[in-house]
T-cell receptor
């Protein structure tokens, strides 16, 4: 089955600690992976996409095709990183397009 | 560009009434998505369109829900009749899709629906 799994519903860390938000996917083709972020009562916005391979706000994510993972990492969490994070997959096959979002992980960074 | 525009921003209605949510995607985008967000269920993809054609509506919860995209610059999500459990924030998003990816989605501000 095609799916995106974010195993942690809530992740709580202290300011300055490393953070890793997990994302695993199941997809038969070659998908494109994204991380979206939603700050409190705001619209979702793109944080990262794997094809750009850039670091945004100190966050990085590497696509591991062997482990079918796209974990989001930041070495030193800040309080302003507290938000909801969604991992998403966009894929295409001869049966058409597919778009799948994970259930989201709420990150809480405590002072 | 003003981004994705949704209206109304807030809607309060009584159970049984018809509700229509509206979305104007970013000009030039060819894919449009409707999502529902609740505390209990998180973010759910309801339906998406590519070039005004519905591609996947498997996320639409019931026949009470319907969505249309009559042209490239407008879409509606209708709930008829509405029920209290439909209370949620409904997001619209658009993107520029290629033949191999839906690309980056740009989200609207959402419509907060309350059904009493």
């Amino acid at each position: 089955a095609q799916r995106v799994t974010q195993p942690e519903k809530l992740l709580s860390v202290f300011k300055g600690a490393p953070v890793e938000l997990k994302c695993n996917y199941s997809y038969s083709g070659s998908p494109e992976l994204f991380w979206y972020v939603q700050y409190s009562r705001q619209r979702l916005q793109l944080l990262l996409r794997h094809i750009s391979r850039e670091s945004i706000k100190g966050f990085t994510a590497d696509l591991n095709k062997g482990e079918t993972s796209f974990h989001l990492k930041k070495p030193f969490a800040q309080e302003e990183d507290s938000a909801m994070y969604y991992c998403a997959l966009s894929g295409w096959s001869n049966q058409g397009g597919k778009l799948i979002f994970g259930q989201g992980t709420e990150l809480s960074v405590k002072p | 560009d003003a981004g994705v525009i949704q209206s109304p921003r807030h809607e309060v209605t009584e159970m049984g009434q018809e509700v229509t949510l509206r979305c104007k995607p970013i000009s030039g985008h060819n894919s449009l998505f409707w999502y529902r967000q609740t505390m209990m269920r998180g973010l759910e993809l309801l339906i998406y369109f590519n070039n005004n054609v519905p591609i996947d509506d498997s996320g639409m919860p019931e026949d009470r829900f319907s969505a249309k995209m009559p042209n490239a610059s407008f879409s509606t999500l209708k709930i008829q009749p509405s029920e209290p459990r439909d209370s949620a924030v409904y997001f619209c998003a658009s993107s520029l899709s290629s033949g191999t990816s839906y690309g980056e989605q740009y989200f609207g501000p959402g419509t907060r629906l309350t059904v009493t």
